[in-house]
C-alpha cells in the first residue's frame, strides 16, 4: 500500500496544481466574460431591446463559456498532464483529477438539469483523458525510451 501511495502522491499533487492553474484561468475567463456581458447589455439597452433579448445576450456568453472556453481549458490541462504524468497507468485519474474545477464549473450551469448536467461531465472527462493520452504519446515520440544494458 506504502509503496502505491509513494507512486500516486506525485501524480495527485500533479494534478492539484494544474486543477489550480485551471482555476486561475477560469477567473481570468470569467473577468474577460463579465466585460464583454456589460458591453452587450450596454449595446442592447441604446438599441432599446426588450428583456428577453438582454436574457438572450447572458444565454449567449453562458453558452461561450461552456461550449468554447471550458472544453479548451480541460484539453489544455489534459495535454499538461499526459506531458508530465510520471506514471502512465494512472494518467486517466490524475486528469479527470486536474479538471474538476471546470467540471464543477460546467455542472453549474445545468445544476437543475440532470440530463445534460451528465452529459456534460461525461464529455469533458473524456476530453480529459483522451488529450492526456495525447500527451502521453507527445512525451514518448518526444523522449525516447531509455536503452537498457544488460
Known sequence: MKKW????????FLAAVVALLVTVAMNQLDDTEILRIHADARAAAEDGLTLDERIDVLGGSIRR???L???ALIA????VVGLACR??????LTAIGSTL??????VGYFVDRLLPASFLVTAYSALAV???LVGVALRQRLVPAKVQLK
Open 69 to 71: 472556453h471550458l472544453p
Open 87 to 92: 506514471n502512465r497507468r494512472w494518467v486517466w
Open 76 to 79: 489544455f490541462s489534459g495535454v
Open 130 to 132: 483522451l488529450t492526456a
Open 101 to 106: 474545477p471546470a467540471l464543477i464549473m460546467g
Open 65 to 67: 463559456s461552456t461550449l
Open 5 to 12: 501511495l509513494r507512486s500516486v502522491v506525485p501524480d495527485l
